[in-house]
């Protein structure tokens, strides 16, 4: 697609159950970033895939976080036994390189809003 | 303490009216910093994009400005619109391989007829 695709857009769950959010990002795209964003908090950083290599994990904030990349293109974060705390909005972005290393832009997507009740 | 400090919060303008967003930022040395917009509901979108030897950058009403000897940025709105009203985010990476963007909190911008 044109741009970086989440769903569900938004996601209502108990407490205690588990979620899977998924990311499409840009087509030839190899720079895959998971963000969660709290109500009047700047974006905090989950998780980073970049190709082949093993995805830098040092943002997720629990055990109960995990996230993969197959085939180097879809994502899926997966949070079990959520908590109240883990509501937030859930946004993934894709580059055509590390951000960080160039000046390639981000790209996106709209998040899934997730609220645990 | 944030390492990317937005001010103000939150500002309302009317419509037609300038207005100019600061970020101060900590980090060092940085590689780049961005200037996003943040509609509600949707994801951030780059406005402005200035490495460190970048000292300003248009982006039609938008224009960023970057000392980055005071290790300050400005993002200014010329004739604001309605539809400029969002979260404005400042964002830094530092160099050395691949890195983590440090978000500001942002600054919620509500433009007013």
């Known amino acids: 697609g044109a741009g970086v695709s989440q769903s569900p857009s938004n996601k209502v769950t108990e407490k205690g159950k588990d979620v899977e959010l998924r990311c499409d990002p840009i087509s030839g795209h190899t720079a895959l970033y998971w963000y969660r964003q709290s109500l009047g908090q700047g974006l905090e950083f989950l998780i980073y895939?970049?190709?082949?290599?093993?995805?830098?994990k040092s943002g997720l904030p629990s055990d109960r976080f995990s996230a993969e990349r197959t085939g180097g293109s879809v994502s899926t974060l997966t949070i079990q036994r959520t908590q109240q705390e883990d509501s937030a909005v859930y946004l993934c972005?894709?580059?055509?390189?590390?951000?960080?290393?160039?000046?390639?832009?981000?790209?996106f997507g709209s998040g899934t809003r997730l609220t645990v009740v | 303490k944030n390492q990317v400090e937005q001010s103000p919060q939150s500002l309302i303008i009317l419509e037609g009216k300038n207005c100019t967003l600061q970020c101060n930022y900590t980090v060092s040395p940085f590689s780049n910093l961005r200037w996003y917009k943040q509609d509600t509901g949707r994801g951030p979108v780059s406005l402005t994009i200035m490495t460190f030897s970048e000292n300003t950058k248009s982006n039609g009403r938008y224009t960023a400005t970057l000392d980055a000897d005071t290790k300050q940025s400005s993002l200014h709105i010329t004739a604001s619109q309605l539809s400029d009203s969002a979260s404005y985010i400042c964002v830094v990476s530092a160099p050395g391989g691949y890195n983590k963007l440090i978000f500001g909190a942002g600054t919620r911008l509500a433009v007013h007829p």
């Open positions: 972005a894709s580059s055509l390189m590390s951000a960080g290393e160039s000046n390639y832009g981000y790209t």
């Open positions: 895939f970049q190709g082949n290599s093993a995805p830098d």
